[in-house]
Nanobody
Framework: QVQLVESGGGLVQPGGSLRLSCAASGSTFTINAMGWYLQAPGKERELVASITDSTTNYADSVRGRFTISRDNTKNTVYLQMNSLKPEDTAVYYC?????????????WGQGTQVTVSS
């Protein structure tokens, strides 16, 4: 099994920055991909950014403002969020696709609230 623990959310003014972290732990596993998703009130969960060994991908709404990165030695993925806008307000969820004992599954973090407001 893989557990994901998120941190870094909070309240920030428009134009400010936050850095979200998501650390994976558990039994021996291999991470195939990691990503960040957001879910605004009353809306569907949607992809913000994802990262594999060789590629990164961003939603159009955050491209140029957010940066996803990964520290393989710590099994941690980060989301640097700059130039935040009120419409970025949402719960942000970390997801990983990982292989454990030869089986590949997706795992979700608990979510962290990001609120952008003046």
């Amino acid at each position: 099994q893989v557990q994901l623990v998120e941190s870094g959310g909070g309240l920030v003014q428009p134009g400010g920055s936050l850095r979200l972290s998501c650390a994976a732990s558990g039994s021996t596993f291999t991470i195939n991909a990691m990503g960040w998703y957001l879910q605004a009130p009353g809306k569907e969960r949607e992809l913000v950014a994802s990262i594999t060994d060789s590629t990164t991908n961003y939603a159009d709404s955050v491209r140029g403002r957010f940066t996803i990165s990964r520290d393989n030695t710590k099994n941690t993925v980060y989301l640097q969020m700059n130039s935040l806008k009120p419409e970025d307000t949402a719960v942000y969820y970390c997801k990983t696709i990982a292989t454990v004992r030869g089986y590949t599954f997706q795992y979700w973090g608990q979510g962290t609230q990001v609120t952008v407001s003046s």
